[in-house]
């Protein structure tokens, strides 16, 4: 029962630093990413990181945010695997990217609120990807700098398409 209303108040913090600064809502969820996709959104991603030499893990999520599929480049740092799933979770679980958590925390005040929620990984990173205006999964990226990531990610999102 604790769970039930810990996981209902934290739903109720999270949405509302953000619901201010939403301007439409969010895409709904569809069917769940299928392989095909999966592994045009990782060739692409990991395309995107070979380019640059940047040493990443990337995680791709289905709509209930199971992993689909997952690479760790060479050399990147052990840490970045969860942080990875982490942010591909979060983009689909919220629908948004994550940077938008990142955002309402740098604002503070009530957005400071967003890291009582468990499990959340609010740093730039997480993309949501969309196929025919449904959120089909998500794809998360860590190794480098979060606006680095997310370039990765947002190359991986774009071709699941």
């Known amino acids: 029962m604790n769970r039930l209303i810990v996981a209902a108040a934290a739903a109720a913090l999270l949405v509302s630093p953000l619901a201010a600064s939403a301007q439409a ?16 959104a990782m ?9 640059n030499n940047w040493p990443v893990a990337i995680a791709i999520v289905d709509s209930s945010s199971k992993l689909a599929a997952f690479s760790k480049m060479d050399n990147t740092q052990h840490g970045s695997i969860e942080i990875a799933i982490g942010k591909a979770t ?57 606006e680095q990531d997310a370039q990765v990610a947002m190359a991986g999102a774009a071709a699941a398409k």
Request: charged share 20%; net charge positive.
């Open 25 to 40: 809502p969010p895409p709904a969820y569809g069917m769940g990413i299928s392989m095909e996709a999966a592994k045009k």
């Open 43 to 51: 060739a692409a991603a990991e395309a995107e990181a070979k380019k």
């Open 90 to 146: 979060t983009a689909n679980n919220l629908r948004r990217p994550t940077k938008a958590l990142q955002d309402g925390i740098a604002q503070g005040g009530a957005g400071l609120r967003l890291l009582a929620v468990p499990g959340l990984m609010p740093l730039e990173g997480g993309v949501p990807i969309v196929v025919d205006g449904k959120i089909v999964g998500a794809i998360g990226v860590s190794g480098v700098t979060s």
